[in-house]
Nanobody
Framework: QVQLVESGGGSVQPGGSLRLSCTAS????????MGWYRQAPGKQRESVAS???????DTANSVKGRFTISRDNAKNTLYLQMNNVKPEDTAIYYC?????????WGQGTQVTVSS
């Protein structure tokens, strides 16, 4: 069973930056397209960005130009660089394979954007 652990969240002011990380308990990253997802209060979980095993990326329009997804397959680690964050980015952020997450969700990491 793959276990996912997200980290790096916190409280940040609008316009600030955060870098999220996600690690997996087993060396599965290299075989899958990986993605970041988020769930805001009262809303459904949505896809934020995804990255193929070769580094091709896809980013949601709402974060395009501000968020960058990357991966280090050797370290089984996925990253999300968040720049110029906005209050509407407030959510719990999760990682999983994409586009159809096959593994149990981790605990996520909370990102709160407010002044």
């Amino acid at each position: 069973q793959v276990q996912l652990v997200e980290s790096g969240g916190g409280s940040v002011q609008p316009g600030g930056s955060l870098r999220l990380s996600c690690t997996a308990s087993r060396g599965v990253f290299g075989n899958y397209v990986m993605g970041w997802y988020r769930q805001a209060p009262g809303k459904q979980r949505e896809s934020v960005a995804s990255i193929t095993r070769y580094g091709s990326t896809d980013t949601a329009n709402s974060v395009k130009g501000r968020f960058t997804i990357s991966r280090d397959n050797a370290k089984n680690t996925l990253y999300l660089q968040m720049n110029n964050v906005k209050p509407e980015d407030t959510a719990i952020y999760y990682c999983n394979a994409a586009p159809r997450p096959p593994w149990p969700w981790g605990q996520g990491t909370q990102v709160t954007v407010s002044s």
